[in-house]
């Protein structure tokens, strides 16, 4: 599908949270008309923007609530170009039907070589070593600074970012233990442990890598700390309520830890400051990144290109292959025919009211899938014809949107 029923010139996409110029460049080659913002914005700020916005890009702060989505009348797709998407209510995008995209893996291989980098500084205590060497301390020593190697490191989530990092991880002379909710491949040497304790209690550093779910807030907390070694060390960029900070903290001021790493936090500002607090500031060789886990260049860039290449198919074709919250389904296409793309509520008889719309033209080609709540359908049909099908399916009680691309 070259062109749309609607013009590309006047689709308009809204990017927040400095989204890499591959992403940017993608879309205006399109025609699209795309604004980019490098910070993100409130709630109210959102509202006032988005009412005639067709596509909103966006990273890990900006927060898409039910009140955002009740004034996006225009919005078509949500692009979160980064790993999660919790940041987005994706219940009521679904009900909205508007598919949520994101990447899934394109930062892995940034983030595995961040906690290998800070697995080695914090076991020669070079933040510390650094700090004091800026402010003109000179201080030579070797007491408990140590070689990685024949030490053993924890992951906790053997997803693709844990997973990778035990491949680096072996490849530095370590050795590495893991656990998943889930039964994963060991890769290498690395071992699968039948819960958490285990891991916790035989690991010198002890990673973690899961999702942002009611099951991991608050997953390591006191008891969870007291029960890793003691000296060993706690590193954390996954997301920022899995670990308690004020336990942490203490377990680092006390000396039970050795030192930790975090890069993500409970509450993180939404745009760069100058007055931001933790309790971890001043822990002793405590290591404070701002989120940065998938910041590098090559990790942005591919973001950029994966999720806008993933909406640019949705909007052009109805390709929804990739989405997180949405009936994923492509369809080749069919010469000479005009496509009909309808999201519709997924209540019984909706499907046999739009089949009987459609039985009364020709239809080249078909495809549908659903979810719990909506379902949603692709047809090409003759040209001719696609005015009046829309107008029908549109006006069935069920139906949430209707488009038509030619």
Known sequence: METTSFPKDKIKILLLENIHIAAIKQFEEQGFQVESISSSLSEDKIIEK?????????????????????????????????????????????????????????????????????????????????????????????????????????????????????????????????????????????????????????????????????????????????????????????????????????????????????????????????????????????ILTPHIGGSTEEAQEAIGLEVSDLIIQFINSGASAGSVNFPEITLPVSPSTHRILNIHNNKPGVLRDINNILSEFNVSAQVLSTRKQIGYIIADVDSEASKEIKKKISSLPNSIKTRVLY
């Open 50 to 286: 988005i009412k005639d916005v067709h596509v909103l890009g966006l990273r890990s702060k900006t927060k898409v609530t039910e009140k955002i989505l009740s004034e996006a009348k225009r919005l078509l797709a949500i692009g979160c170009f980064c790993i999660g998407t919790d940041q987005v209510d994706l219940i009521e995008a679904e009900k909205r039907g508007v598919p949520v995209f994101n990447s899934p893996f394109c930062n892995s291989r940034s983030v595995a070589e961040l906690i290998i980098c800070e697995i080695i500084t914090l076991s020669r205590k070079l933040g510390d070593r650094s700090t004091e060497m800026h402010n003109k301390t000179w201080r030579k020593e070797s007491a408990n600074c140590h070689e990685i190697r024949g030490k053993t490191l924890g992951i906790i989530g053997y997803g693709h970012i844990g997973s990778q990092l035990s491949v680096l991880a072996e490849a530095m002379g370590m050795s590495v233990l893991y656990y998943d909710i889930a039964r994963r491949l060991p890769l290498g040497n690395s071992k699968m442990c039948p819960d958490m304790k285990t891991v916790l209690e035989n690991s010198n550093f002890v990673t973690l890598h899961v999702p942002d779910t009611k099951e991991t807030v608050g997953l390591i907390g006191e008891e969870e700390i007291n029960t890793m070694k003691k000296g060993s060390y706690l590193l954390n960029a996954s997301r920022g309520k899995v670990v308690q900070i004020p336990h942490l903290a203490n377990a680092l001021r006390s000396g039970h830890l050795a030192g930790a790493a975090v890069d993500v936090y409970p509450e993180e500002p939404s745009a760069n400051c100058k007055d931001w607090e933790c309790e971890l500031q001043k822990c002793p060789n405590t």
